[in-house]
């Protein structure tokens, strides 16, 4: 590995028989990477306290001084992308080439943010009256922090990061205590960027739900973003609410595909490819239900078994991987014991899937799956694909839209005036129209209904970061 990680694991991996941090492993062979020093909640405090000294400084420079030392940091990161991915691998699990498309995912935000800093705009306001002048001006809330999750560690981390930095907040970040190393490594690129220490912290703790009591009540942290499960978004949510404290959230998933009798059926096995087997299926926009038109259903089904069972399921360092591990053994019994119930419940198997040892599991595809069974309500997180049959358009919009997630959706048609229709009525916050790979930083990302509340990336990423002053000036 290059100097970047080897610096970084120099600086704050312990020995591994000092097993007095957290312990750090590869979920592909099971090997200890190493053990992450962790924080007392006094010295969170502490760290707290720091940034809040270097948010005032950090903001009071030039708005062209920010930009430059983050388009550092991008750079930084692009330049170190084969050393980045390999630690993603070694930590998370995904395939090498999954990895590299997140290293350049995460530098997108980076990059993209660097730019709308010169673009927090005010505007002045017409006024009723000729005595006055009115006009608003944005700024920093203050000392941001945020909790990201494993199954993306570098670029959850940056997409949340970047637009705090670019609007002159300082940030402070708690990672999944399985997938630490990434963001230690970022945040080395960014201090090598010219980002100060007391501006971009990362902190652990041995218990990781005092770390959010902390950011929820601690007065001087003006705001929370978290990326995870509902369960504990709404924990998050109550305890900010007793500090008024801003709050983004991007929580869980149930994202439907559909696949009309007029739609590209190769087209379409393509995007449920990518859609569900993107990162072993630990991802929260990975489609988790799939409603296939009747008189498609078969020929869907056949070139979609075809497909997955070309899948290469291994080691994300080996070649031609395309499904890595999954971050658990306890994920992997929790995703068996789905299929067990839905099987159980009637659904059949399409496939023959391997019994693979360790946290690796095959692909596994049920047909016969009813809209009501247990499966299709749970978040799957796992390389699973339950297909149900429908016959009109308003049966599968009246299914999709049964759960209390909305996060994103799918569907696969030919008909232009169904696209408007289906678009305007399906209810979720992103929506994929003959395209599976929907997430970019130009765009805003993020749910309705419990899939939580707040957008990331695009123009209103950074106004997650900024409050809106209004002015009123009297003229004698």
């Given at each position: 590995?290059?100097?970047?990680?080897?610096?970084?694991?120099?600086?704050?991996?312990?020995?591994?028989?000092?097993?007095?941090?957290?312990?750090?492993?590869?979920?592909?062979?099971?090997?200890?990477?190493?053990?992450?020093?962790?924080?007392?909640?006094?010295?969170?405090?502490?760290?707290?306290?720091?940034?809040?000294?270097?948010?005032?400084?950090?903001?009071?420079?030039?708005?062209?001084?920010?930009?430059?030392?983050?388009?550092?940091?991008?750079?930084?990161?692009?330049?170190?992308?084969?050393?980045?991915?390999?630690?993603?691998?070694?930590?998370?699990?995904?395939?090498?080439?999954?990895?590299?498309?997140?290293?350049?995912?995460?530098?997108?935000?980076?990059?993209?943010?660097?730019?709308?800093?010169?673009?927090?705009?005010?505007?002045?306001?017409?006024?009723?009256?000729?005595?006055?002048?009115?006009?608003?001006?944005?700024?920093?809330?203050?000392?941001?922090?945020?909790?990201?999750?494993?199954?993306?560690?570098?670029?959850?981390?940056?997409?949340?990061?970047?637009?705090?930095?670019?609007?002159?907040?300082?940030?402070?970040?708690?990672?999944?205590?399985?997938?630490?190393?990434?963001?230690?490594?970022?945040?080395?690129?960014?201090?090598?960027?010219?980002?100060?220490?007391?501006?971009?912290?990362?902190?652990?703790?041995?218990?990781?739900?005092?770390?959010?009591?902390?950011?929820?009540?601690?007065?001087?942290?003006?705001?929370?973003?978290?990326?995870?499960?509902?369960?504990?978004?709404?924990?998050?949510?109550?305890?900010?609410?007793?500090?008024?404290?801003?709050?983004?959230?991007?929580?869980?998933?149930?994202?439907?595909?559909?696949?009309?009798?007029?739609?590209?059926?190769?087209?379409?096995?393509?995007?449920?490819?990518?859609?569900?087997?993107?990162?072993?299926?630990?991802?929260?926009?990975?489609?988790?239900?799939?409603?296939?038109?009747?008189?498609?259903?078969?020929?869907?089904?056949?070139k979609f078994s075809a497909r997955v069972a070309t899948l290469k399921v291994g080691n994300g360092l080996d070649k031609d991987v395309v499904i890595g591990p999954l971050i658990s053994l306890?994920?992997?019994?929790?995703?068996?014991?789905?299929?067990?119930?839905?099987?159980?419940?009637?659904?059949?198997?399409?496939?023959?899937?391997?019994?693979?040892?360790?946290?690796?599991?095959?692909?596994?595809?049920?047909?016969?799956?009813?809209?009501?069974?247990?499966?299709?309500?749970?978040?799957?997180?796992?390389?699973?694909?339950?297909?149900?049959?429908?016959?009109?358009?308003?049966?599968?919009?009246?299914?999709?839209?049964?759960?209390?997630?909305?996060?994103?959706?799918?569907?696969?048609?030919?008909?232009?005036?169904?696209?408007?229709?289906?678009?305007?009525?399906?209810?979720?916050?992103?929506?994929?129209?003959?395209?599976?790979?929907?997430?970019?930083?130009?765009?805003?990302?993020?749910?309705?209904?419990?899939?939580?509340?707040g957008k990331e990336g695009a123009k209103q990423g950074i106004d997650e970061y900024m409050n809106i002053k209004y002015l009123c000036l009297g003229r004698r």
């Open positions: 590995m290059k100097a970047i990680v080897n610096r970084t694991l120099t600086a704050i991996l312990q020995e591994s028989e000092q097993a007095s941090g957290i312990r750090v492993d590869n979920p592909a062979t099971g090997e200890c990477l190493g053990f992450v020093p962790t924080l007392s909640t006094t010295q969170i405090y502490q760290v707290i306290e720091q940034s809040h000294q270097g948010q005032t400084e950090w903001n009071a420079k030039p708005i062209k001084e920010r930009c430059g030392i983050l388009k550092k940091w991008h750079q930084l990161v692009i330049e170190n992308q084969e050393d980045l991915s390999r630690l993603i691998t070694l930590e998370q699990g995904k395939p090498l080439s999954a990895a590299q498309a997140e290293v350049l995912y995460g530098a997108s935000f980076i990059e993209w943010f660097a730019e709308e800093a010169r673009r927090t705009y005010g505007e002045t306001i017409p006024s009723p009256n000729g005595d006055r002048q009115l006009m608003t001006i944005r700024q920093p809330i203050g000392v941001a922090s945020a909790i990201t999750p494993w199954n993306f560690p570098l670029a959850m981390i940056a997409r949340k990061a970047a637009p705090a930095l670019a609007a002159g907040c300082s940030f402070i970040v708690k990672p999944a205590e399985k997938t630490p190393l990434s963001a230690y490594a970022l945040a080395e690129l960014a201090y090598q960027a010219g980002v100060p220490k007391d501006v971009l912290q990362v902190v652990l703790a041995i218990e990781p739900e005092e770390v959010g009591k902390v950011f929820t009540s601690h007065p001087l942290v003006r705001k929370l973003s978290f990326t995870g499960s509902t369960r504990v978004g709404k924990l998050l949510m109550e305890q900010s609410a007793k500090d008024v404290k801003r709050t983004s959230m991007e929580l869980g998933g149930n994202a439907p595909f559909i696949v009309f009798e007029d739609a590209d059926i190769d087209l379409a096995v393509e995007g449920a490819v990518a859609s569900k087997f993107r990162n072993s299926g630990q991802a929260c926009i990975c489609s988790n239900r799939f409603y296939v038109h009747s008189q498609v259903y078969d020929e869907f089904i056949a306890e994920a992997k019994r929790n995703i068996e014991q789905l299929v067990d119930g839905a099987i159980a419940q009637g659904a059949k198997r399409v496939n023959a899937p391997e019994n693979l040892d360790g946290c690796f599991m095959s692909p596994v595809i049920l047909e016969d799956v009813k809209h009501d069974m247990d499966i299709n309500r749970h978040e799957i997180f796992g390389p699973v694909a339950p297909i149900i049959r429908f016959d009109s358009e308003e049966q599968v919009l009246k299914m999709a839209n049964d759960t209390v997630y909305g996060l994103a959706c799918y569907f696969y048609t030919e008909n232009i005036n169904r696209v408007w229709r289906m678009s305007e009525r399906l209810d979720y916050g992103m929506v994929g129209i003959n395209e599976a790979t929907i997430s970019t930083e130009v765009a805003p990302f993020g749910g309705v209904k419990h899939s939580g509340i």
